[in-house]
């Protein structure tokens, strides 16, 4: 409602009121007023109001006896809302979880780009930009423990979810509230496999990060016995000769 109509609305009130007000002066200044004349007055005054007040919007919906519900309608009502608030929970905590299992694959992902572009450069860089990568490799390693930090925070939480849901389901079942039940359910299941389909991406980027460790310590290897075969080559021939 805007400014204008909460004023007409006020504007009502006030004239609703001030009508009472001067009715009820009508009838108190009269000094031996009959007992048909008061009747009549109390007649005017109820339908004057209320026609005012429903005129006015006070009163949009007449008057009817509620009937007391059963306490068998409000467990299966609090039931659904238990489903609803917990099923708002498990979506917000699964959204957390993909959107971490995302990030930490992509961490992966990067650091598995960085150890190969430096084991693809070995022997070809100086001692400083040796450093440097060896630098921005490390700080991706901490970014991807970061990463993993946050994928278990929020897969715990996410468990805790799924068992709030899985409660709220069956207490629904229980008390006869079978459509909040399956619904629940339904989302349960849905939670499952769109968490299992981002696990994918970080199994997949685990098995990848390993390789490239593997990898690694080949290269290394292979590097290591390059540098000593060179040195070997490099000793003079005097220093080889036998006395």
């Known amino acids: 409602m805007d400014f204008t109509g909460i004023r007409s609305l006020k504007l009502k009130v006030f004239f609703c009121f ?118 921005v490799i490390i700080g991706q390693r901490a970014k991807v423990n970061d990463r993993q930090e946050d994928c278990k925070h929020f897969e715990s939480t996410w468990f805790t979810a799924m068992k709030l849901c899985e409660a709220a389901a069956e207490a629904a079942y229980t008390s006869g509230a079978e459509h909040a039940s399956v619904t629940a359910r339904t989302n349960i299941q849905l939670a499952q496999a769109q968490v299992e389909e981002a696990r994918k991406l970080s199994l997949d980027a685990d098995k990848k990060l390993a390789e490239t460790k593997v990898m690694e310590v080949q290269r290394m290897a292979q590097y290591a016995a390059s540098l000593e075969n060179n040195e070997e080559e490099e000793v003079p021939e005097a220093y080889l000769r036998e006395d």
């Not at 068998?72 to 609803?84: E, G, M, N, V």
């Not at 930490?104 to 070809?124: E, F, M, N, P």
């Open 18 to 135: 001030c009508f009472i007000r001067s009715s009820g002066s009508v009838l108190l200044s009269s000094r031996k007023p009959a007992v048909s004349k008061l009747g009549k007055w109390r007649n005017i005054l109820y339908t004057g109001v209320a026609s005012l007040a429903v005129g006015g919007g006070l009163c949009a919906v007449p008057f009817k006896q509620v009937e007391p519900l059963s306490h068998d309608s409000l467990i299966k009502r609090a039931a659904s809302l238990a489903t609803d608030s917990s099923s708002t929970f498990l979506s917000q905590t699964s959204l957390a979880l993909i959107d971490a299992i995302t990030e930490y694959a992509k961490a992966v992902h990067t650091l598995i780009a960085l150890q190969k572009r430096y084991l693809d450069s070995l022997g070809k860089l100086t001692p400083a930009e040796e450093d440097s990568v060896w630098h």
